[in-house]
């Protein structure tokens, strides 16, 4: 081989490594700016959690506690409807708002899902199922199978159950 050669060789080298860098950052990069993405998952949980609480938070402005009974029937169906019973939600009809301090679960979301993993590097290739929680301060997080399994739903009722029997005739879990 001679001199001309070994320099062609070793550009082509050097311009696989540029194109390698470029294809490892794009796959990196790309990501944060796909943003009009639908939300999917628990992403989406997440999302019917937050939106839920706020809502509850801003029907009832004047009280400390939320009562699902004390709703207006037209405030009521609207909470059933919110989500279009897509996903298995179990919300507590009582509760108080809470400061993070002392905070329990209102509402959660009994369909684990698998498309938020946990951060760091190692693990954004590992699916960790979760289920999405509301919390009494208005706060929503996720959950393990194991941390879902312990959370008592004493108190709870399915929002498909409400959507399907009167008012009078609602039972708590």
């Known amino acids: 081989m001679n001199n ?17 860098g470029i294809s490892i950052l794009a796959l990196f990069i790309l990501p944060i700016f796909q943003g009009s ?47 279009g019973l897509r996903l298995d939600l179990w919300l507590k009809t009582n509760f108080y708002w809470t400061q993070r301090s002392n905070r329990e679960v ?13 951060p760091g590097f190692l693990n954004s290739f590992v699916s960790n199922p979760a289920h999405a929680v509301g919390y009494s301060d208005g706060t929503v997080g996720l959950v393990s199978p194991t941390e879902f399994s312990k959370i008592s739903l004493n108190g ?16 708590s879990k």
Not at 4 to 20: D, E, P, R
């Open 106 to 118: 209102v509402i959660v979301c009994g369909k684990k899902f698998s498309n938020v993993h946990k």
């Open 37 to 83: 993405e639908k939300l999917r998952g628990n992403a989406m949980a997440l999302a019917e959690c937050s939106h839920h609480l706020r809502w509850w938070k801003s029907v009832m402005t004047n009280n400390s506690s939320f009562d699902f009974e004390k709703l207006s029937e037209e405030n009521k169906n609207e909470a059933i409807y919110l989500t």
């Open 156 to 171: 709870f009722v399915s929002l498909a159950s409400l959507a399907t029997n009167p008012p009078a005739n609602i039972s």
């Open 4 to 20: 001309s050669q070994i320099k062609i060789g070793n550009k082509f080298i050097m311009m696989l490594m540029v194109a390698f």
